[in-house]
């Protein structure tokens, strides 16, 4: 499958996640974005408003985690009218810290493994078929798992 699909979401979501330089609530903001991604294009539109609508989180908030995920998650691809602005997710970079945090856990040892917060989570190519909603749900329950239930709603 070419372009962005659901299951390039899911990884970018899963690597976003399992960022611990940034606060939850700045990580839920940057998942926001990327469930918005169009599938094949990788592109979102979203302002600031409409991410505060979505999740509850305050303007600065989201400035602090939009100068964060660029260039690490996303890209500043176009602005647009009433403050909006086109994102693409950062495959590239979703990808390498993917794979650099896969050789990370098989180089842990039993003990350290077990002490992880991060529970490895499969994606396979039938996430292809996933909507943008069941996407969502999967990244609140990643979430929960890693410690970071937030009573914020991604719809």
């Known amino acids: 499958m070419g372009g962005f699909s659901p299951t390039d979401a899911l990884q970018a979501i899963q690597a976003v996640l ?27 539109w979203g302002s600031y408003r409409a991410i505060t609508r979505g999740t509850g989180l305050s303007s ?20 647009g009218e009433k403050g909006a602005i086109q994102y693409k997710v950062a495959l590239q970079s979703v990808k390498r810290k993917s794979t650099s945090s896969a050789s990370k856990s098989k180089a842990q040892t039993p003990s350290s ?12 190519t039938s996430c292809a078929s996933m909507s943008k909603d069941n996407l ?19 719809a």
Not at 113 to 124: D, E, I
Not at 137 to 149: D, E, F, H, P, S
């Open 60 to 79: 600065a908030t989201i400035s602090s985690a939009m100068k964060y995920a660029e260039g690490r998650y996303l890209h500043r691809h176009a602005r």
């Open 136 to 154: 969502t749900t999967i990244a609140l329950r990643v979430a929960k798992v890693n410690g970071t239930n937030m009573p914020m709603s991604l």
């Open 113 to 124: 493994a077990s002490k992880s917060k991060v529970p490895a989570l499969q994606v396979s």
């Open 18 to 44: 399992a960022d611990t330089n940034i606060p939850p609530a700045q990580r839920l903001a940057i998942v926001r974005i990327i469930t918005w991604a169009r599938n094949g294009t990788g592109m979102a």
